[in-house]
């Protein structure tokens, strides 16, 4: 018996681009970044990523119209500080986006391991999707300016 198992990664770049206030990125940053492995293919990868770019832009509607009236035509204009020479928002936005996109690959394709590490199991993945959903939510609400907890008064 004979079989084919995907595995390494894929370096070419991939730009997902969106145009106007919000960030175009580059798919392979991403697959970098979360360690995502060439089983998942690069359309699977861009529909996931574009799904999380439509549910992060759909919240975060009122704060782009709140930036754009101050001015400033893309969130790289909006102020903030910089680390490794970028704005803190784009970093960010790209962990809004990251984090939802690959919590999505982990749920829609359960026989992906994201690790590339095949004795890892989905309950025991460094990454679940409601950790990285939850990372997602912390990262939109700091984009927001809103606290991380909430605290319900009796």
Not at 47 to 64: C, D, H, K, S
Not at 118 to 123: D, F, L, N, P, R
Request: overall charge negative; glycine content about 6%; proline content about 3%.
């Amino acid at each position: 018996m004979s079989g084919f198992i995907a595995s390494g990664t894929t370096s070419a770049e991939h730009p997902i681009t969106q145009g106007g206030f919000w960030p175009d990125l580059d798919g392979a940053h991403l697959r970098a970044a979360m360690r995502l492995t060439a089983a998942v293919t690069d359309a699977r990868l861009e529909v996931a990523t574009v799904n999380a770019m439509i549910e992060a832009n759909r919240e975060l509607a009122g704060y782009r119209t709140a930036r754009e009236a101050e001015g400033h035509a893309t969130l790289v204009d909006v102020p903030a500080t910089s680390i490794k020479d970028e704005s803190t928002l784009l970093h960010l936005y790209r962990r809004v986006i990251y984090c939802t996109a690959t919590a999505e690959l982990i749920e829609r394709y359960q026989g992906f391991d994201a690790t590339n590490s095949g004795e890892q199991k989905a309950s025991e993945e460094e990454s679940s999707p409601d950790q990285l959903r939850r990372d997602a939510r912390k990262a939109l609400r700091t984009i927001l300016g809103i606290s991380h907890a909430t605290v319900e008064s009796l």
